[in-house]
């Protein structure tokens, strides 16, 4: 393990040209006309795949974005590492918000990446943190050799709920089997702190329609005589919270676990500056649920959003009218206890009772997926935790994190094994926003951990079983 580093080091310039051609390929998943491309993306994984002597590389074809899968079964009594990410990423809009194309990658220096980071679309989630995977296993492959056997599985469809994998994962759960899931798609305290992600919240994703005339009025023959469907959804939507931002919906809390008094103290224990947590976003005052701190609340307290609202005219100018319709997309984070089929039908009666007379109201039902925690206590964490000791020096601290990963519940549950989150990502890259970026050197870190966490969990297992 000692000539890792030096190895990738040395091909550091190769390993990222080899990452750029593939964020190159413009694979996002929620957009039709974005199909053919999200094909090449997963094509070129199972190339590098097939490069590095997995066997049984294949794309499973479903009914949206395939996914990827290769393997490497030596020995039936060594432990088996699942490995999980995915190659689709989100959309691009606002375009004009991006310094250059988001399909261009660049390498550009940043206050907190003073070696470059690149900046593109998927340079950080997924496309850098799984590209680390595969450059791993070339690492481990040119020098000591595989010491476990090891399965991927990169799906396409992370971005819009993970549907399709979902049923792969049932019909195929003895392909699947495994003893570990090693998934890099989160992010770390900071750059010089590691820390294990133990936690991902759930989701639960709606849209609600309201439906007011039958046709958009003229604002001012009509105004003050119907009910305007933007107005009564904007009143509708604010009273989904009290003054204490809790939310209002009758049940949302009924089943939250409070989180134990380890919780809160493993919280407090994250090294968390309220002033920098401020000035990253540029707001002068953090704003939530009465009686808990901000990590509280994004990481174990529940959250629900208007992600978009729209209706009437949003033109250049003005235009007088009275829409017909108005929309939002809402999401609630979730937390143990809270299971999303049940959150989203709670929300959808709440929306109905609260709908008031002179407009209709539609809900539906998007996507979701149940919160996860993780036990620090197993082989997998220890593995986890020396791997990044070895690299950064550091014990890395476990913390619960707020974003979504809804398959690894389901995997979980299907596939009866724990996923380690071993995420390089950090809250200031921007994913999911213009200019997204991942830093080069947690690129290469990434990498190197990695690498060895292979041989710290094949070791503890060896000693275990
Ligand atoms: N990689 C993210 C999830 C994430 C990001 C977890 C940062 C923790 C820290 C993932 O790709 C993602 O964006 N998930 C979505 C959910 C999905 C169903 C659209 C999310 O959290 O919004
Ligand atoms: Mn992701
Ligand atoms: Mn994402």
Redesign the pocket.
């Not at 992370?158 to 993970?162: F, L, P, R």
């Not at 994190?401 to 809804?406: F, R, T």
């Given at each position: 393990m000692e000539k890792f580093k030096d190895y990738i080091d040395k091909n550091s310039e190769r390993f990222l040209n080899e990452l750029f051609e593939l964020i190159r390929i413009p694979s996002i998943s929620a957009l039709k006309e974005n199909d053919s491309d999200t094909r090449l993306a997963a094509e070129l994984i199972k190339k590098h795949l097939l490069n590095l002597g997995l066997n049984n590389c294949e794309i499973c074809e479903t009914p949206g974005h395939p996914i990827v899968y290769g393997e490497k079964i030596f020995d039936e009594n060594l432990p088996t590492i699942l490995v999980y990410g995915?190659y689709d990423v989100?959309p691009v809009d606002p375009l004009n918000l991006w310094d250059k194309d988001p399909f261009e990658p660049y390498i550009k220096k940043t206050k907190i990446h003073p070696e470059g980071a690149i900046f593109a679309r998927g340079a950080c989630?997924?496309k850098g943190?799984m590209f680390m995977h595969v450059k791993a296993l070339e690492v481990i492959l040119k020098h000591d050799g595989l010491p476990c056997n090891v399965k991927f599985m990169i799906e396409g469809e992370?971005?819009?709920?993970?549907n399709n994998l979902e049923i792969f994962v049932k019909n195929n759960k003895e392909k699947l089997s495994n003893d570990i899931i090693l998934v890099s798609?989160?992010?770390m305290i900071s750059k010089n702190i590691p820390s294990i992600?133990t936690g991902?919240?759930g989701?639960s994703?709606m849209e609600v329609e309201i439906t007011g005339p039958n046709r958009d009025l003229h604002s001012g023959h009509y105004g003050g005589t119907v009910a305007n469907p933007i107005n009564i959804l904007s009143s509708m939507i604010a009273s989904l919270h009290d003054t204490n931002h809790k939310i209002t919906i009758p049940g949302f809390y009924d089943k939250v676990c409070e989180p134990t008094e380890n919780e809160k103290k493993a919280g407090s224990l994250i090294p968390f500056s309220i002033d920098e947590f401020k000035e990253s976003i540029g707001i002068d005052n953090e704003y939530g649920e009465l009686g808990y701190t901000t990590i509280e609340r994004q990481s174990i307290r529940p959250a629900l959003d208007v992600n978009g609202i729209w209706g009437g005219y949003t033109d250049e100018g003005s235009k007088t009218v009275l829409p017909s319709k108005a929309y939002a997309k809402i999401?609630m984070?979730l937390v143990p206890g809270q299971k999303w089929r049940e959150i989203s039908s709670l929300f959808s009666k709440h929306i109905k009772n609260i709908t008031p007379k002179g407009v209709n109201s539609k809900v539906t039902e998007h996507?979701?997926?149940e919160p996860y925690v993780a036990p620090t206590n197993t082989i997998g964490f220890q593995a986890a935790s020396k791997a990044y000791e070895d690299v950064f020096n550091l014990k890395p601290i476990p913390t619960r994190?707020?974003?979504?990963?809804?398959i690894i519940a389901l995997f979980e549950k299907e596939l009866d094994s724990k996923t380690i989150?071993m995420?390089f990502?950090l809250d200031s890259d921007a994913?999911?926003s213009p200019n997204e970026h991942y830093g080069v050197s947690n690129f290469l870190m990434g990498i190197e951990t990695i690498s060895k966490f292979y041989y710290h969990f094949t070791n503890l297992y060896k000693s275990k079983y």
């Open positions: 995915h989100q989630d997924d943190q992370e971005e819009v709920g993970s798609d989160t992010g992600t991902l919240r989701l994703y999401s984070r996507h979701g997926g994190d707020g974003g979504s990963i809804p989150l995420g990502g994913i999911h």
